[in-house]
């Protein structure tokens, strides 16, 4: 399995230099990527630690030019709150600067109000996400060819630069409902689950072979991993949580390695930054470079 190490972006302990101490660590460490995540502005009332952020887009335009190998992806990018032609050049564009190294995370979303303060329909977002993608793929690969879609519509345009990546990025599908798993497999390059335990992973998988058996799409998953619990729920979510020993960890990877990952993000910022570039060191040489 590779690994992927998310990024100490949320706000108020994190900082652009532990941020890029963070990416340039991973990178030296052999992690596979580095990753943001995205939101734009949340409800007061909505879930903590997401209501300050960087933005995640022009974090990884930085991160482009801060590191020179790593892999750079974010998980997930909330593409329906957003207009496709804009992130079609932002991401092509970072592909294009950075040699190639993106990764493109996608999912629907879950804050009601996030959208209304963006003017998104929040209601409609599986169909205006479904065409955003048809949007992206075209513009990397045909981009004088017209659209003509029940959300988005342009012909005589000129677009470019093309991404780097033949095709463009590779585009994850994010989420676990049955929307997300018929997306994932009708327009996805791969699959990324969010801190599900290796039972549902596993179970997701098996839907996801059964909707399109034509292709094997790479899995993968974003995992929190706490430093002072073992494996158990999330209370605050609801989510699977890893944590406990080295070995409790390594058991973990493997249970998530037979369900059908091949990558996982790991999650191990908890707001102090000494000890979570600490982490990400014990965790490539305890964890990563055993599994």
Known sequence: MK?????????????????????????????????????????????????????????????????SKVKIGVSVLILAMRHPVVVAKEIATIDRISGGRVILGIGTGWHADEFGFLNADFHKRGRILDEALLVLRQLWTEPEKAFRGTFFRFENQSF??????HGGPPILIGGISEAALKRAAT??????????????????????????????????????????????????????????SNADLLDDVRRYDEAGAAFMAVQLWEG??????????????EVMAKA
Do not use: C
């Not at 706000?11 to 990753?35: F, H, K, N, T």
């Open 187 to 244: 327009y996805g390059d791969g699959w990324h689950a969010s801190r599900i335990s290796p039972e549902q992973f596993e179970a997701s998988a098996e839907t996801l072979a059964r909707l399109n058996p034509s292709r094997k799409l790479p899995l993968s998953l974003r995992m929190n991993v706490s430093a002072d619990r073992g494996r158990q729920p999330d209370e605050r979510g609801g989510r699977f949580v890893m944590g406990g």
């Open 3 to 67: 690994f992927g190490l998310i990024l100490p972006t949320n706000l108020p302990q994190a900082s652009a230099d532990g941020i890029r101490q963070a990416a340039l660590l991973a990178e030296e460490l052999g992690y596979e990527s580095v990753w943001t995540t995205d939101h734009i502005m949340m409800s007061r009332t909505a879930q903590v630690p997401y209501h300050s952020i960087f933005e995640a887009v022009t974090t990884m335009a930085w991160l482009a030019g801060v590191t």
């Open 160 to 165: 470019g630069p093309p991404p780097a990546q």
């Open 272 to 285: 102090d930054q000494a000890a979570f570039l600490e982490r990400v060191r014990r965790f490539a040489g």
